[in-house]
Nanobody, 115 residues
């Protein structure tokens, strides 16, 4: 069974940094696309960053140049490095993997950026 566990969230001041991790159980990680989503209170969940199984990345405009998505296949772990954080980055961040027409989600980790 595939399980995703996010970690690394917390409270940080504006301008600070956090690194989120997404640890994936099972043996499908290396062939999976990994996405980071976020959901702020009262708002819809939105896609933040994507990394394909081949390592290609894409970001939503509001985080380009500040966030970096990466993956470590031997460790079955994906990361989201978040720098220059802003209060509007406050949200619950979710990791999602997609493979073979299936998707799996983590439980989310809270990121709070104070002004």
């Amino acid at each position: 069974q595939v399980q995703l566990v996010e970690s690394g969230g917390g409270l940080v001041q504006a301008g600070g940094s956090l690194r989120l991790s997404c640890a994936v159980s099972g043996n499908i990680f290396r062939i999976s696309e990994v996405d980071w989503y976020r959901q702020a209170p009262g708002k819809q969940r939105e896609l933040v960053a994507v990394i394909t199984s081949g390592g290609n990345t894409n970001y939503r405009d509001s985080v380009k140049g500040r966030f970096t998505i990466s993956r470590d296949n031997p460790k079955n772990t994906a990361y989201l490095q978040m720098n220059s954080l802003k209060p509007e980055d406050t949200a619950v961040y979710y990791c999602r993997i997609g493979v073979r027409a299936q998707e799996y989600w983590g439980q989310g980790t809270q990121v709070t950026v104070s002004s």
